[in-house]
């Protein structure tokens, strides 16, 4: 008995309009009220009180939670499971990649790698790696420091190394990322200033501005002024204060010539990609002086110009990465990604003077704004759940992995056979696939003709929903609970620990509620899934054990179902 949807259980114009109405009231910081005094943050030794608690915190800080790692976090509390967490490292994707092309290349001798591999590895570790706050802040850092392999440019064995690198930095100091950022080639093709070359007033020619503008507005200090709490500084008039001008890009993108290609031995030619070392997607640009602009460059305030391409990149992004904006931008984005689209100005001020300090006099150390923005007040308030002023919309990728996670899906390959999810028709995302350097969504996204809209609230994740989406991720999932997805159906779930609830719709209907909804479904959606679980009905008589086996087998995918498509499951809380 294959597993479907049953008839009038799901309507997908009407999920999308309840899911519409739903985040029309999601919003705000958890009720500070727009101030600036700093709250109280729970005890950073305390453990969770009860498994809601402990599902909540892992809703935010993982890609999903599971049996083991609710009763990980009990037992040891918020503070020993980050700090277990930020000393684990995570699998490396380019090390997956090169171990795959071995592999194809022993049957297809001239076999390459792509984009689908990349996506294994992402799949792969995302549902499989221990060290699951990494995971996630990955993911989280590839939607602010953005490359694309919608960009053919992009090679993926380069964007494996690229997903790395920003895993080795996710908890080191916001200093170092942003210099291995710029220098990574591929993001160097992808905001093409790899081979950016010095002025030549005979010919007319300019650096090549995109990096420098980009690296400032979407990367680290914004379009403007920024008070401490992220509120956005107006002049006289209540006007915007623009934080750069298109002066400060043009002094700025000179610093970021004469980078390219690493070589062992640099010449014309590999500055140019020509006898291109194999490891040249992989391994940081290089400085080629002669490609260099000499001249002085002036942005942000500062003057440089000792000639030294290296030295004036170290005292560039020294500049930036001292930017009063930066704790306030970056932190809001880091809340916005793990935790509510909309926190309140309070909640970004308490985390960017983390940025500012940690405490130990370090600036930008991303560890301690981990534990800020996680151990916060406003995050850890098992209250806002039940609010119309906190929360967000859950990316589809991590929907997709939150499955993998909480009903123990295996691979039947090993390789976690998922290729690119990005139609309209699957989930409408993919890692590193975003459709342009402003990520899938914009952080400040205001849907228009909603109720959040004339609130003037954010909701980024809407910026991809509507109803071909959401009739695409409520297709996607019916078949990947139902028959597993991936070619072949690599990636399913045989949901070993359902079935032996199965003969209890309500103990189901706990099940999903422990694993996928913190504790805080509704007596509503409890109501329908135990009615439409019990719907299925479990042959007796004389029907065989298979027959009674693929009975309950269906009453669990159908659980699962109906609570991953539910406007409850959707807006995390």
Same mark, same amino acid.
């Given at each position: 008995?294959?597993?479907?949807?049953?008839?009038?259980?799901?309507?997908?114009?009407?999920?999308?309009?309840?899911?519409?109405?739903?985040?029309?009231?999601?919003?705000?910081?958890?009720?500070?009220?727009?101030?600036?005094?700093?709250?109280?943050?729970?005890?950073?030794?305390?453990?969770?009180?009860?498994?809601?608690?402990?599902?909540?915190?892992?809703?935010?800080?993982?890609?999903?939670?599971?049996?083991?790692?609710?009763?990980?976090?009990?037992?040891?509390?918020?503070?020993?499971?980050?700090?277990?967490?930020?000393?684990?490292?995570?699998?490396?994707?380019?090390?997956?990649?090169?171990?795959?092309?071995?592999?194809?290349?022993?049957?297809?001798?001239?076999?390459?790698?792509?984009?689908?591999?990349?996506?294994?590895?992402?799949?792969?570790?995302?549902?499989?790696?221990?060290?699951?706050?990494?995971?996630?802040?990955?993911?989280?850092?590839?939607?602010?420091?953005?490359?694309?392999?919608?960009?053919?440019?992009?090679?993926?064995?380069?964007?494996?190394?690229?997903?790395?690198?920003?895993?080795?930095?996710?908890?080191?100091?916001?200093?170092?990322?942003?210099?291995?950022?710029?220098?990574?080639?591929?993001?160097?093709?992808?905001?093409?200033?790899?081979?950016?070359?010095?002025?030549?007033?005979?010919?007319?020619?300019?650096?090549?501005?995109?990096?420098?503008?980009?690296?400032?507005?979407?990367?680290?200090?914004?379009?403007?002024?920024?008070?401490?709490?992220?509120?956005?500084?107006?002049?006289?008039?209540?006007?915007?204060?623009?934080?750069?001008?298109?002066?400060?890009?043009?002094?700025?993108?000179?610093?970021?010539?004469?980078?390219?290609?690493?070589?062992?031995?640099?010449?014309?030619?590999?500055?140019?990609?020509?006898?291109?070392?194999?490891?040249?997607?992989?391994?940081?640009?290089?400085?080629?002086?002669?490609?260099?602009?000499?001249?002085?460059?002036?942005?942000?305030?500062?003057?440089?110009?000792?000639?030294?391409?290296?030295?004036?990149?170290?005292?560039?992004?020294?500049?930036?990465?001292?930017?009063?904006?930066?704790?306030?931008?970056?932190?809001?984005?880091?809340?916005?990604?793990?935790?509510?689209?909309?926190?309140?100005?309070?909640?970004?001020?308490?985390?960017?003077?983390?940025?500012?300090?940690?405490?130990?006099?370090?600036?930008?150390?991303?560890?301690?704004?981990?534990?800020?923005?996680?151990?916060?007040?406003?995050?850890?308030?098992?209250?806002?759940?039940?609010?119309?002023?906190?929360?967000?919309?859950?990316?589809?990728?991590?929907?997709?992995?939150?499955?993998?996670?909480?009903?123990?899906?295996?691979?039947?390959?090993?390789?976690?056979?998922?290729?690119?999810?990005?139609?309209?028709?699957?989930?409408?995302?993919?890692?590193?696939?975003?459709?342009?350097?402003?990520?899938?969504?914009?952080?400040?996204?205001?849907?228009?003709?909603?109720?959040?809209?004339?609130?003037?609230?954010?909701?980024?994740?809407?910026?991809?929903?509507?109803?071909? #989406? =959401? &009739? %695409?991720? *409520?297709?996607?999932?019916? $078949? /990947?609970?139902?028959?597993? !997805?991936?070619?072949?159906?690599?990636? +399913?779930?045989?949901?070993?620990?359902?079935?032996?609830?199965?003969?209890?719709?309500?103990?189901?209907?706990?099940?999903?509620?422990?694993?996928?909804?913190?504790?805080?479904?509704?007596?509503?959606?409890?109501?329908?899934?135990?009615? #439409? =679980? &019990? %719907?299925? *009905?479990?042959?007796?008589? $004389? /029907?065989?054990?298979?027959? !009674?086996?693929?009975?309950?087998?269906? +009453?669990?995918?159908?659980?699962?179902?109906?609570?991953?498509?539910?406007?409850?499951?959707?807006?995390?809380?």
């Amino acid at each position: 008995m294959p597993f479907v949807a049953m008839p009038g259980l799901i309507r997908t114009a009407a999920l999308s309009t309840a899911l519409v109405a739903s985040l029309s009231g999601c919003g705000g910081g958890g009720g500070e009220g727009g101030g600036t005094t700093p709250g109280p943050t729970p005890p950073t030794e305390s453990l969770p009180r009860n498994d809601a608690e402990a599902a909540r915190f892992l809703t935010q800080a993982t890609f999903g939670a599971n049996d083991a790692e609710i009763n990980s976090l009990r037992s040891l509390g918020y503070t020993r499971w980050l700090e277990r967490q930020i000393t684990l490292a995570s699998p490396s994707h380019q090390a997956y990649m090169d171990n795959r092309l071995v592999q194809l290349r022993l049957t297809q001798p001239t076999a390459t790698l792509n984009a689908n591999h990349f996506y294994e590895s992402f799949w792969l570790h995302a549902a499989t790696s221990e060290a699951q706050l990494r995971e996630r802040m990955k993911l989280a850092l590839s939607e602010i420091f953005v490359i694309s392999m919608v960009d053919p440019g992009v090679d993926a064995r380069g964007a494996g190394a690229y997903y790395d690198m920003l895993g080795a930095n996710a908890f080191g100091n916001f200093r170092t990322l942003l210099q291995q950022v710029t220098l990574h080639p591929m993001m160097g093709i992808y905001l093409t200033h790899l081979a950016n070359q010095r002025e030549d007033p005979a010919t007319g020619r300019s650096p090549d501005e995109n990096y420098a503008r980009e690296v400032m507005q979407l990367m680290t200090i914004g379009v403007n002024r920024l008070n401490a709490d992220g509120t956005v500084v107006t002049d006289g008039s209540g006007n915007p204060v623009p934080a750069y001008t298109p002066d400060d890009i043009s002094g700025l993108a000179k610093v970021f010539t004469g980078f390219s290609w690493y070589s062992p031995a640099p010449s014309n030619n590999t500055f140019f990609g020509r006898n291109r070392d194999p490891d040249a997607s992989v391994r940081s640009m290089i400085l080629y002086s002669a490609f260099h602009s000499t001249s002085t460059k002036t942005f942000l305030g500062t003057t440089i110009g000792s000639g030294d391409g290296n030295a004036e990149l170290t005292q560039a992004l020294d500049v930036i990465f001292n930017h009063p904006n930066v704790g306030p931008f970056i932190c809001r984005q880091l809340i916005q990604r793990l935790v509510t689209s909309n926190p309140g100005p309070a909640y970004v001020q308490r985390v960017a003077a983390v940025f500012n300090n940690n405490g130990a006099g370090v600036r930008g150390d991303l560890a301690a704004v981990v534990r800020a923005i996680l151990l916060d007040a406003d995050a850890r308030d098992m209250g806002a759940v039940t609010t119309s002023s906190f929360g967000k919309i859950r990316e589809p990728m991590i929907r997709l992995a939150n499955w993998m996670r909480a009903f123990g899906a295996t691979s039947v390959s090993g390789n976690y056979l998922v290729n690119s999810t990005s139609g309209s028709l699957s989930l409408g995302q993919s890692a590193l696939a975003a459709p342009s350097v402003f990520n899938f969504f914009r952080p400040g996204y205001v849907p228009p003709n909603t109720r959040l809209g004339a609130a003037g609230l954010n909701a980024p994740e809407f910026q991809i929903v509507d109803e071909v #989406s =959401v &009739a %695409g991720y *409520a297709n996607t999932m019916q $078949t /990947a609970i139902g028959t597993g !997805i991936g070619t072949g159906s690599d990636v +399913r779930s045989a949901y070993s620990v359902e079935v032996t609830l199965a003969d209890d719709p309500a103990l189901l209907a706990d099940r999903m509620n422990r694993l996928l909804l913190y504790g805080q479904m509704s007596s509503a959606l409890r109501t329908a899934i135990i009615d #439409s =679980v &019990a %719907g299925v *009905a479990i042959p007796g008589g $004389t /029907a065989t054990q298979a027959q !009674i086996d693929a009975a309950k087998l269906n +009453r669990a995918r159908l659980a699962v179902y109906l609570t991953m498509v539910s406007p409850e499951y959707l807006v995390q809380r």
